[in-house]
């Protein structure tokens, strides 16, 4: 398993490499001079110049590339203009308070989701996989955006359960239940397309695995139906949820974008519209990267459980 | 690397065919296939699995060859190199005297065909059948429409499949007329020769027969060379002229098919011709051992059979034996023949 | 086609998906002609004037602007954007999947790892960078939801196309001359069309929302243009105040991205043909078993059978066809018999012998009649833990194909453990551990202690079914069920696995049923041989007097159709036509219509299995009069 883990980490190099070249050359592309939207009304073709010069624009694009990736590796993805510090401490920062949410709102996904897909496909068409069934179609329908609206009208002002946006309390905040009360809300508009489309696919699994052969052979053997069902089948069945666990995780990240608009999340999903439409190029650039790498790395993490759960992946 | 290996081969002779039988159909010599295996985006395969050991043989025009072997011998690889699908690692194929360009399929497709073991996966299930039929006609000898009508009705007629089926698709057939289908498209391409890759295997043994017997019959009418896939040794010998026995990628031994099982000179085809189960014959183990193949990533030197075989020795073990001559019409690879 | 909508509209669900989607999309097509204000005209002294006020049906927005007029221009902008985004996702992520898929090697090494690289990211930060460098906007927008979505579709056809590059039409293409870019667009791509509209209409919801989305964070269309998107977005400021400017434009999303998944379902399972046939049911644990099924009085004489199938009637029921598979079979074996039953594929051998302890999978399976006694008691009446305490304790199975039976992710031993332990809690595991080692040295398996952790494809075909007899062994069962052990296996290994089950029969005087289509394997192995046909027992008895001197035509002449090996070069007996099919069974004898000896009487009424203590036809002409 220690080598499989290696191999994978070393094949995650040239998708990380190509990760870092599409967003350096994705950015490279955009129109306009950052020179002359960083120094707004100071722009006069000199200070232009002397900025460009600065900031290394004048280089060949090939060379500017490796000269960012040398100072990305060293942890220096430049400077915010808009926030006034380095890309690096706002990036983490932000990312930090998305991973709160979004990890939240991935447990809570993965687990309802293969429960609600389990229960379901056990009692194919019984009153609970009806039942199922319709929340999880609406589920799936609703924008999270507008979800999370709707649980603001009712649970923040209507019936003044949980708080309306923020992460902490102004005054007086800070502490994990307050972290946690702030949490509710955004954690569980963000969950629910996640869960919807893991309880579907999660229903789905079960069924196919339930018509083969081996499941015949379980049962032959006098295997009670409980251990079929949460053993054999729900086994078997994780062999294809885990890699949509970890197309989901990407979704919830995504997500969480929104979340963070309509909760007013201090994440990095905020910060990265606000930087785009501030065209804070350098900070949209780090913090993409920042967090496509944690995404390939997670992904390793996945691939990993994967080839736990399933001997015949070569290891 | 190839040449390294294809030093140690051993001198296998070519299994000719009679002086007496005539024209040959098919003339194979040293075909072998080695299949890569690792091998990234970037580098070379390191190593490879040889599933197919160098082979020569012939056939004469109008013969049935039967070919055995059981699950792992290399049959269907060996038979997709023959009709051009795969590209052998080494050797070359004559057909008619002519010999074949790898590079063309549609030369294959004119002189050699192929029936697939399974009738119904053989059929596009979005084609109707007319169309299934006209796609040699039209592409292997350019034929019009009223040319490519005239010949469908004309194979049909001999294959005994009544028109009207030509307007329908494939699942609306059961095996054994899809598999009347699959000899119908194989002749509309007039070939030489036809593969038969296990016919018969996924038909009920009450409809096999029909079907072979239609084969036995379209051979005389068209003049067709057989090659015969089979791993039903009964009913290998029951359709062939001459059985050429697979191990492991290995030809064992070739003979006449009323010899072959019957006084097998290699101890693996005795084998074979022991396990099969055979009314009135009591049960025994014909192996005392749970024997298997031996690995194909990792094959021991000397005979493949080696680890399995009764009469095996040191000599055995160290050196692949040669295909040789054994009798009249009759060759094996093995240094202690029975 | 007029099936396909007809299968459609069956589906309740994807028959309302279909017609709200219809009102919607008519409303969108009609909204420049109807009779609606300007979507842009501003009126700030009707800010926020809320639904049903004087002029403005619902209501108006922030800028005092028409809430209909701008909905449904929305809806339009939407609903335009997200099929386009769809369809450009589709294009270029299933030209890319096909070719991957049926060129394979290099080009689909490398177009993957360029799929692998989009989906490295989260989609919405590819499209927020794709967003930042066009420039915001709504066709940049619609760019950026298509890019993200082509690896979806890449990654799915080109799982199809592998599958269908490698199925056997595609190589008699080839021989048929066919060359790579016809047999792409004339073989592969009608197969691969189905799963790119199914794959178009399960995510066209899902694209509309994630351009609903960009549009939302302000990167889509731009004032004073909107999609719903955007009137969400603009709203979202004033949502706390007055809700109504952002309810009523999520409420169309929801509906939209609702009616298109309801009907993308529909269009799934309409087109999905396993779905069509009911093939996806989950199998129940045991078999169903009509409740006004008739029950046979027990035999109570004193040579009673261990296990007595009396008049057993095994049915699927698909749609409104009724399959009957096993029609009356009625058998018996006694302790230490060996009882074989042949016949060939569809005669109703296996669901017979799967009928016994209710394992026919159910639906489509329902057992209609009859009794299964073990030693009296009736196992189709028993309750379910009854019948789990006789599965694999009592009756044991083996089958087919070890590969698939197996299951592939727990170990071999663990599977052995589990099955001893499944019926006696009590037993340690280290014990039943060292029960299942001393079982796998029974079935003959070198080296078990190690093959005690091998996972069942790390072994060969004859390895894994000596761990399939050992499990079945596992609880010195009274019976084993083995439904075509060897067929799948080459014939060497045949000869070890049938020597080997011979060898335990004889050792621990097992009862065996054995189920088979060959001859051969049934005069080694059998002391007695039932024949089965379209779901009958046509003839039963003596194994070597049944082939000696069979009575049915039709098993005289199924022998008759079985090479033997030693006959040299011959013409080779058949059987005319085919079997009936089991929906459609004939009157009187299954058999007249192939059988040259069929008289007027053979084709009416019931035709019962008549004959002796020792041997049974079913036949008006046997060709052996039963002594």
Known sequence: ?315 | MTDALDAKAPDHQTAKAPPSAGKLALKVDNLSKTFPIGGGLFSKAKAGVRAVRPVSFEVPEGETLGIVGESGCGKSTFARMLVGLLEPTTGHIEIAGKALDNADPAAFGRLIQYMFQDPISSLNPRKTIRQIMEAPLKLLHGMDKPQRDARISEIFASVNLREEFLERYPHEFSGGQAQRIGIARALAASPEIIILDEPVSALDVSVQAQVLNLMARLKAEFGLTYLFISHDLAVVEAVSDRIMVLYFGSVVEIGRAENVFSAPKHPYTKLLAGSAPVVGRPLTAPESAAAELPDPLNPPPGCPFAGRCPRVTEECRKEEPPLVAMGEDHFAACFHPL | MTAFLKLLFRNRLAAMGAVVLSIILVLAILTPVLPLQDPNITNTGDRFARPFTEGYLLGADHLGRDQLSRLLHGTRTSLMVGAIAAFLAAFFGSAIGIISGYFGKRTDNILMRLIDMLMAFPYILLALAIVAALGTGLINALIAVAAVNIPFFARNIRGITVGLSHREFVDAARLAGKGHIRIILTEVLPNVLPVIVIAMSTTVGWMILETAGLSFLGLGSQPPDSDLGSMLGQAKDHFTTHPHTSIIPGIMIFLIVMSVNLLGDGVRDALDPRLRSGALSRPLPVTNVAKDRNVPAEDTSANAALLDIQELETQFHVGDRIYEAVGKVSLSVKPGECLGIIGESGSGKSVTALSVTGLVASPPGVITGGAVRLEGDDLLAAKYEKLRSVRGNRIAYIFQDPLSTLHPLYTVGDQLVEAIRVHDSRVSKSAARARALELMKQVRIPNAESRLGNYPHEMSGGMRQRVGIAMSLANEPDIIIADEPTTALDVTVQAQILALLNDLRRERGLAIIFITHDFGVVAQLCDRVAVMYAGRIVEEGPTQAVLDAPAHPYTKRLIACVPELGGGRRELAAIPGLPPVVNDLPPGCHFAARCDKCQPECKVGYIALEGNEKRTVRCIHPEEALA
Not at chain 1, 87 to 104: H, P, Q, S
Not at chain 1, 116 to 135: M, N, P
Not at chain 1, 290 to 296: E, F, G, H, L, W
């Open chain 1, 1 to 315: 398993m220690g080598s499989y883990i290696l191999k994978r980490l070393v094949a995650a190099i040239p998708v990380l490499i190509g990760v870092s070249v599409l967003v350096f050359f994705i950015m490279a592309m955009i129109p306009g001079d950052p020179a002359l939207a960083i120094l707004g009304a100071y722009a006069t073709p000199e200070n232009v110049a002397k900025l460009n010069a600065d900031l290394g624009l004048d280089k060949p694009l090939v060379q500017r590339y490796f000269i960012w990736l040398g100072n990305m590796l060293t942890g220096d993805f430049g400077r915010s203009y808009s926030q006034n510090k380095p890309v690096i401490d706002e990036v983490m920062g932000r990312f930090g308070n998305t991973l709160i949410l979004a990890g939240v709102a991935f447990v809570l996904c993965s687990i309802l989701g293969i429960l609600a897909g389990v229960v379901s496909a056990a009692r194919q068409y019984g009153l609970a996989d009806k039942a199922i069934t319709f929340t999880v179609l609406i589920g799936i329908s609703i924008p999270s955006f507008f979800l999370g609206m709707i649980l603001i009208i009712l649970f923040a002002l209507k019936l003044r359960m949980f708080p309306v946006s923020g992460m902490y309390l102004i005054y007086g905040g800070g502490g994990l239940a307050d972290l946690a009360n702030h949490l509710v809300l955004p954690a569980s508009a963000l969950a629910v397309v996640a869960t919807g489309v893991i309880a579907r696919l999660s229903r789905s699994a079960m069924l196919e695995v339930l018509r083969q052969d081996y499941i015949r052979t379980a049962r032959a053997k006098g295997v009670g139906e409980r251990r079929v069902i949460m053993g054999h089948a729900l086994k078997a069945a994780m062999v294809s949820i885990i890699p949509v666990l970890g197309i989901q995780a990407g979704f919830v990240v995504s997500g969480a974008v929104y979340i963070e608009m309509v909760f007013d999340w201090p994440g990095i999903g905020q910060m990265l519209v606000n930087a785009i439409s501030q065209r804070d190029l350098l900070l949209v650039q780090g913090g993409v990267v920042v967090v496509a790498a944690c995404y390939v790395l997670f992904n390793i993490v996945v691939d990993v459980a994967q080839a736990l759960l399933d001997p015949r992946i070569k290891t």
